[in-house]
């Protein structure tokens, strides 16, 4: 039997363990620009964009001083933010330049445009934009064909203003 979930299915927060929670909220909310909605005390904190409850959880529970997982183990690749339009991605980027964090790459995949960093805690963070559905590269047989391709970062923070 197939099961196919509901399409308007969504992720609907993404909860980390991170080792300092000041410095995660000065991440996640001074430079990528999200809201803290609320703290639990000195260990957890609830962060979004919009209003919404949370996006984003942060807690030292079985984390505080903890280091980053070791390169080769299982775990979170990335935590991506989808971006409303291109202008907004690179508002974003341009923040995240400004504040000093280094871009460990970036991609134009057909669908989207991506920059990839990493927390404080070393987490992955994928910042992106979707092209408009009509827009994404197929093949001849209408499959999806999605790529690998170089971003030019510089036409990109040339939206930024």
């Known amino acids: 039997m197939t099961f196919t979930t509901h399409p308007e299915t969504r992720i609907g927060h993404v909860h980390l ?13 001074g ?3 999200f809201e803290l909605q609320q703290r639990y005390g000195t260990e957890a904190a609830f962060l979004s964009a919009g209003g919404y409850h949370h996006h984003i959880g942060l807690n030292t529970w079985e984390s505080k001083g903890g280091t ?4 080769g183990h299982t775990g ?3 935590t991506a933010f989808l971006y409303p ?15 000093g964090i ?11 445009e991506a920059v990839y960093l990493s927390d404080p805690d070393g987490n992955g963070v994928e910042l ?20 690998n391709s170089r971003l030019d970062i510089e036409a990109l ?5």
């Open 31 to 33: 430079v990528l620009g």
């Open 102 to 112: 280094a871009l460990e790459g970036a991609a134009d995949h057909g669908v989207s």
């Open 85 to 99: 339009d291109r202008t907004a991605l690179a508002q974003a980027l341009k923040r995240v330049l400004e504040a």
């Open 17 to 29: 363990r991170v080792s300092d929670l000041e410095r995660a909220i000065a991440f996640y909310s």
């Open 68 to 71: 980053p997982p070791p390169s």
């Open 76 to 78: 979170l690749y990335h």
């Open 157 to 161: 923070l040339a939206e930024a203003g």
């Open 128 to 147: 992106y934009r979707d092209r408009a559905p009509e827009d994404w590269p197929r093949d001849a047989q209408g499959n999806l064909k999605m790529a």
